[in-house]
Every structure is written in structure tokens, then in C-alpha cells.
């Protein structure tokens, strides 16, 4: 219990530095701190209340865990956790203290773009008929799957997701009835997209996405609110749109499995088991340091991420199946099972290099998150497009240095696709001479808050 008070500690030390933060980098260390929350303290305090006996088709309790005991083995697990989140919360209250100092930031200079919303329109259309052919096809990956059945669809589903936040951010029609329409179509769609790839990812998104329209608009009470009430409201209406798809004897036993549980709970154990941080700091404890990858490796395949597996000419290295099949695989029976897992920075390196690689990764993901925040204030419509899809992914919640890597290798496509297409959306525009303003953009908001303060009203 003591390595639990310490985690809360360090993630409410986050909390109380992101509110002297301005901009948007508030937005993501409040929503890191609420992610790990969900893994390293909720399902901690689950386990610890009820206690569940092991079974097949329930993530929740851990074996390994329960053989030790849960309270000395998720003391045991979360060791390595509290040293990295102590560090992350040191550099988030450095950062604090420095941007405090810092002129507030302008608004993003490609928002005044008049071609910015016709390209996020199209974009977003081609993303939906991606979307469309893969559920028609049947070949729609899955959260965990180690490949998906079709890449060209899948890479161009990533379109969808990316011009959907950048429409929720950017889309500022003069009109409140029609921005509100707007940010309530993308939100709709991606919980629906949610349910289908069975995915918490989209909807974190999508609301990530609504918390960076107000952080640079200026936030209001009624904006506080209900970004916080988009956030429950996709966390608890998970389990129910997970509901439409299963069959009656997939309910049945999942009614089962649940039942070991106190009925407050069960709402919320379908999002619950998808927040498994605190499986993968267990497997980093039994497997301990070393013996996995050598920095060199590291390395290489970090680089070797960020290009094409077309222009490699061979298969790139998936850090997720690695993880499952060689440090998982360490301590559970992997042997018939083929998946992709979240490893988490601080786990990663653990595995990696001991506390040091718990220090690396930790300085790696804020390094990552500041790149983010930047990128959204780029004049230059690819570096943008990168920073939405950062925000539309998990990278800086469950993502160590080789797992980000490989989402920065896909988004790096996406981002080059999306430029070519906003070259064609500007061609076209030109040559039918189409000069007036989208109606879903008006000039940009400029913030009117004193530097990190809150307008309430």
C-alpha cells in the first residue's frame, strides 16, 4: 500500500503543476494523470477491495499478483512506476515554473489557413470511406491485434481520425449552433468508431481534441465541465456500445465473470480491463532488467521505425509482440498466444536499463509531449497533421521509445499523404477560383486569459 500512496502522490503533483501550465500542455499532463490514475490506482484499489480469483476471459486480477499476494505484489510491481512518475512530475513542475515566465502563445498561425478546413473535410471523407470499406470487408483490426488484416485500409482509416480532431481544434464557424453541431458529428463518430475497433483510443481523442479547442479559445466553467462530462460519459458508455456487438452468450458469460465483482463496479469494468499498465509493470518486474534489447538495438529499430516497410524491403521490429512474447512471455505462458501489447514508457525502461532506463524513458515522453504542444502551433500543415495524430493516439500514455517510434513511422505517412492532398485541395480552389472563407472557420480566437488563469463564466 505504500507504493500505491506514493503513485497517487506523484500523479497528484502532476495534477497541481499542469494547472500552472497555460496552453495545451495542461490538457495532456491532466490527461496522463487521469490515464495512469485508471492503471496504477483504480485497478490497484480493485483488486485490493475484492480480491478476484484468477480465471480465464478476466484480465482484471494478475495470477502472478494474486500468487504473491496483491498487496505485497502490487507493491513489488509499482516500485520502478513510483520512481519514473516522481521523476515526470519533477520535469512537469520545472516546466511549470519555467512557462509561467514565458509571453503566452499566440494562436496556431495555420488557423487563419483558408484552405485548412476544405483539406480536413476531404480528408475526413476519405478516412470514412476507409472506415467503411475495412467494417465492409471485415478486415477492421482491433485493439492488441499484431497485424491488421488490411494496411491500405487501415493506413487510410487514419485520415478519418486525424481530420476529425483537427476539425473539433481548428473548425471556428461564426455560428455557435453549427460549431457545437460540428464538434458533436466528430465526437458521435469516433465513440462509434470506438465500439467497432473495440479501442478506448478514439473517444480519448476526440475529447483530448475538445480540451485543446478551450485551452486555445480560453476555458470557461461551462467548458471545464463538459469536457469532464465527455470524458465519463465515454468511459461509462463503452460497456454499453460494446454490448450491441456481442452475442447473448458472450453476455452471458461476461454477466458471469462479472458477477465476482460488487455491482457499483461492473459498469466499468469493460473500460477498466483496458487500462493495463499495471500487467505490464508486472511483467517488467519478473522479468527484471536486462536481458531483452541492447541499447544498439534500441537504437536501430527506433530509426529503422520511422521508414517505410516498403522501402526496408523487410519486416520492421513490433515492439508490442515483442514485449508480449519475450518479457511477458518471461512469466506467463505466451506460447499460444499472438497479440500486440501496451508497454508503457516507464515499464519499457525498466526492462530496458533498470531505474536509469525508468529516468530515459520519462525524459523521452515529456520531450514528446512538448514536441507535441509545438507542433499544433505550426505554420506548416504536416507538422501539424503530426501533432493531431498524436493526440488521436496513445503514444504519451502507453507507449515507451520503441512503441512511439512506430507510431511516429506511420504517422509520418499519413502526414505526407495528407499534404498531398492538401496541395490538391489548394490546386482546386485555385482554379475555380474559390475565394471565400469556409464557412466552418472565422479568424482565429486569441485567448483573452491572463497567462494560466481560468475564465469563469
Do not use: C
Request: charged residues 15%; glycine residues 10%; without cysteine.
Amino acid at each position: 500500500m505504500s507504493e500505491l500512496a506514493a503513485v497517487a502522490g506523484a500523479l497528484l503533483t502532476l495534477v497541481v503543476a499542469a494547472a500552472w501550465i497555460p496552453g495545451v500542455v495542461r490538457v495532456f499532463v491532466i490527461a496522463q494523470a487521469a490515464f495512469w490514475s485508471l492503471s496504477y490506482i483504480a485497478r490497484p484499489l480493485v483488486l485490493l477491495a475484492v480480491r478476484p480469483e484468477p480465471h480465464y476471459g478476466d484480465n482484471v486480477p494478475d495470477p502472478r499478483l494474486a500468487e504473491l499476494g496483491y498487496d505485497r505484489g502490487i507493491d513489488l510491481a509499482l516500485d520502478h512506476v513510483v520512481f519514473g512518475l516522481w521523476v515526470y512530475a519533477a520535469l512537469v513542475a520545472a516546466y511549470a515554473v519555467w512557462a509561467r515566465r514565458r509571453p503566452p502563445a499566440a494562436a496556431p498561425e495555420l488557423a487563419a489557413d483558408p484552405d485548412l478546413i476544405p483539406t480536413l473535410v476531404t480528408m475526413y471523407a476519405l478516412g470514412l470511406l476507409g472506415r467503411a470499406a475495412s467494417v465492409a470487408t471485415g478486415s477492421v483490426g482491433s485493439a492488441g491485434d499484431v497485424t491488421s488484416a488490411n494496411p491500405i485500409l487501415s493506413f487510410v482509416s487514419i485520415l478519418a481520425t486525424v481530420a476529425a480532431l483537427g476539425l473539433i481544434v481548428f473548425a471556428r464557424p461564426a455560428r455557435r449552433e453549427i460549431a457545437a453541431l460540428v464538434v458533436g458529428a466528430m465526437l458521435a463518430g469516433e465513440l462509434l468508431w470506438t465500439a467497432v475497433v473495440e479501442s478506448k483510443t478514439p473517444i480519448m481523442g476526440a475529447a483530448m481534441a475538445v480540451a485543446i479547442r478551450f485551452a486555445i479559445g480560453g476555458w470557461t466553467r461551462a467548458k471545464a465541465f463538459g469536457v469532464a462530462g465527455i470524458g465519463v460519459l465515454g468511459i461509462g458508455g463503452f460497456g454499453w456500445l460494446q454490448s450491441f456487438k456481442t452475442t447473448d452468450l458472450a453476455k452471458a458469460e461476461a454477466a458471469l465473470i462479472d458477477s465476482d465483482y460488487p455491482p457499483a463496479m461492473r459498469p466499468f469494468l469493460s473500460i477498466l480491463r483496458r487500462f493495463d499498465l499495471l500487467e505490464a509493470a508486472t511483467d517488467a518486474y519478473f522479468h527484471g532488467p536486462g536481458h531483452w534489447l541492447t541499447p544498439g538495438e534500441v537504437l536501430h529499430n527506433a530509426a529503422f521505425s520511422l521508414v517505410p516497410a516498403q522501402l526496408l524491403g523487410t519486416e520492421k521490429f513490433q515492439s508490442g509482440t515483442a514485449w508480449a512474447q519475450d518479457v511477458r512471455g518471461a512469466s506467463v505462458d505466451m506460447s499460444t498466444v499472438s497479440v500486440s501489447l501496451a508497454e508503457g514508457n516507464l515499464n519499457e525502461g525498466y526492462v530496458l536499463g533498470g531505474q536509469t532506463g525508468v529516468l530515459i524513458g520519462a525524459l523521452f515522453t515529456f520531450a514528446l509531449l512538448l514536441a507535441w504542444a509545438r507542433s499544433l502551433y505550426s505554420r506548416m500543415f504536416p507538422v501539424v497533421v503530426l501533432g493531431l495524430a498524436v493526440t488521436g493516439s496513445s503514444v504519451l500514455f502507453e507507449r515507451g521509445i520503441l512503441g512511439s517510434m512506430e507510431n511516429l513511422g506511420k504517422f509520418l505517412q499519413a502526414a505526407v499523404l495528407a499534404w498531398l492532398i492538401h496541395a490538391a485541395v489548394v490546386e482546386v480552389r485555385r482554379r475555380f477560383q474559390v475565394g471565400a472563407a469556409s464557412p466552418l472557420s472565422v479568424p482565429p480566437v486569441v485567448p483573452v486569459a491572463k497567462r494560466g488563469s481560468w475564465q469563469w463564466g
